[in-house]
């Protein structure tokens, strides 16, 4: 599977050839998830260390940017977190897919060596905004 950006939003295509259009990270990512190996956060872990290598605080295009805050944020348990060197992208998205795919329950994603720290919270399988840090 390969995924791009384009004006209408992520253009995802197979090695069938076959391509879909996703306007929302939401439909991207759950245009994707059934093609997730990993079976839990600790997997899902491991297989992006050999991805974030060379990433930096460049990967980080908004640094001053923090997602809105969820209305009702739930007590949520941190499973992942952005490491101090960037890797934010990769993080954002094996998160959104690790909520669709093994973990409904309340989790957190902790991005806090940001110019802009932010705890990002999902529940029952969707992303729901950031809880004050």
């Known amino acids: 599977m390969r995924v791009r950006p384009v004006p209408q939003g992520w253009l995802a295509s197979g090695s069938t050839g076959g391509?879909?259009?996703?306007?929302?990270l939401d439909r991207l990512l759950d245009g994707v998830a059934h093609l997730l190996v990993p079976s839990?956060?600790?997997?899902?872990e491991?297989?992006?260390?050999d991805h974030e290598h060379g990433t930096g605080h460049e990967d980080d295009a908004y640094p001053g940017y923090r997602p809105p805050?969820?209305?009702?944020p739930p007590p949520a348990v941190t499973v992942m977190s952005v490491p101090p060197g960037g890797a934010l992208h990769l993080r954002l998205t094996a998160f959104g897919l690790g909520v669709r795919v093994f973990d409904r329950r309340a989790v957190a994603l902790?991005?806090?060596?940001?110019?802009?720290?932010?705890?990002l919270l999902a529940a029952d399988g969707r992303i729901v905004g950031t809880a004050p840090v």
């Open 19 to 24: 391509a879909r259009v996703a306007p929302t």
């Open 46 to 49: 491991a297989s992006l260390r």
């Open 69 to 72: 805050l969820a209305p009702h």
């Open 40 to 44: 839990g956060w600790n997997e899902l």
């Open 110 to 119: 902790d991005a806090l060596d940001r110019a802009a720290p932010f705890r």
